[in-house]
């Protein structure tokens, strides 16, 4: 393991057993883009423990996608997203402002930090099914 996936992994062990749960059975009415506003080395080493062989994301999307409205703030633009429709996509994000160019496609929760407890996974499952 690298120097790197020890920094980051350890708050992400546990959600990766929600994650394929969750995922799992939106996969029926889903494809997994997965967008982020972090840096690429830093979300390659979290998404490739939670999914490593790439079956529940099928492309991934970086800082580098967004659009930077003022510093350190990052928009998701779905619109750069041309093989689906804009109705039949959601962004699933702690930040308000990462959906601000989607606001109706924009399903807001609560930042994980590394509490097993936390039940914000089961809450979006039932949202979205």
Known sequence: M????KQVLPSYRWVTVAIHHIWYALY????GIVFT???QSYADVVLD?????????QYRLYRDSCTMIEPGVYVKDLGIIKNRKLENMVIV??????FGFHL????????????????ELNH???YLT
């Open 28 to 31: 029926r009415y889903s494809f």
């Open 104 to 119: 109706d496609n924009g399903v807001p929760i609560v930042p994980f930090y590394d509490n097993q407890d936390d039940e």
């Open 37 to 39: 506003a972090a840096h």
């Open 124 to 126: 979006l499952k039932a």
């Open 93 to 98: 994000d702690n930040s308000l402002h990462s």
């Open 2 to 5: 690298s120097e790197r996936s």
């Open 49 to 57: 423990h939670i999914d490593p062989t790439r079956e529940l994301f």
